[in-house]
């Protein structure tokens, strides 16, 4: 069964960066993109980009551009969101999920809780 | 534009049906797909492709699409159903974007 799998919960302070990682099992990682979603606390999802696996291609939102860079590494089925210069304001849950199939499968992380505070 | 409006709150007693809009340019051209989220947990898909559910997904639950709104339709709903629920749907640029999401009661 497909399983994504995220790091642990982060503690940060503003100015630094942040890499969550997401383990990808039970189908073939090059197959399918990964997307990030971010959830701030009591708030609604934010979709952040997505990485094809593939091609290392990536797709950010506007809001995200410059701060936030997708990589993956396919000998480990594993993708990563690296974060930078984290404000405050960043103090969420990200989610990596992987839309697939026709579109019935949208599979998601646990989630990543990522605390920045001095 | 690429911004998805939802109603933020909808509430049901249980046995009636709720039903949650989604509207955008968007979602003229493009698949609206829908997912619960329960307090503490990873969101849940529960329509995609506007009308379809995947499996698994109560028959309670539909979608439908008109123009540039899609609305989601829990006939009967249940206690177990009070949940957030969000559309979500890829603008032309093949960028992702989730409406503001929407608390659905049901007492």
């Known amino acids: 069964q497909v399983q994504l799998v995220q790091s642990g919960a982060e503690v940060k302070k503003p100015g630094a960066s942040v890499k969550v990682s997401c383990k990808a099992s039970?189908?073939?990682?090059?197959?399918?993109?990964m997307h990030w979603v971010r959830q701030a606390p009591g708030q609604g999802l934010e979709w952040m980009g997505w990485i094809n696996p593939n091609s290392g291609a990536t797709n950010y939102a506007q809001k995200f551009q410059g701060r936030v860079t997708m990589t993956r590494d396919t000998s480990v089925s594993t993708a990563y969101m690296d974060l930078s210069r984290l404000r405050s304001d960043d103090t969420a849950v990200f989610y990596c999920?992987?839309?697939?199939?026709?579109?019935?499968?949208?599979?998601w992380g646990q989630g990543t809780l990522v605390t920045v505070s001095s | 534009s690429y911004e998805l409006t939802q109603p933020s709150s909808v509430s049901v007693s249980p046995g009636q049906t709720a039903r949650i809009t989604c509207s955008g340019d968007?979602?003229?051209?493009?698949?609206a797909r829908w997912f619960q989220q329960k307090p503490g947990q990873a969101p849940v898909l529960v329509i995609y492709k506007d009308s379809e559910r995947p499996s698994g997904i109560p028959e309670r639950f539909s979608g439908s699409s008109s123009g540039t709104t899609v609305t989601l339709t829990i006939s009967g709903a249940q206690v177990e159903d009070e949940a957030d629920y969000y559309c979500?749907?890829?603008?032309?640029?093949?960028?992702?974007?989730f409406g503001g999401g929407t608390k659905l009661t049901v007492l």
């Open positions: 979500y749907s890829a603008a032309d640029n093949n960028r992702g974007v």
């Open positions: 999920a992987s839309p697939q199939g026709d579109g019935s499968g949208f599979f």
């Open positions: 039970g189908y073939t990682f090059t197959g399918y993109y």
């Open positions: 968007v979602l003229a051209k493009k698949y």
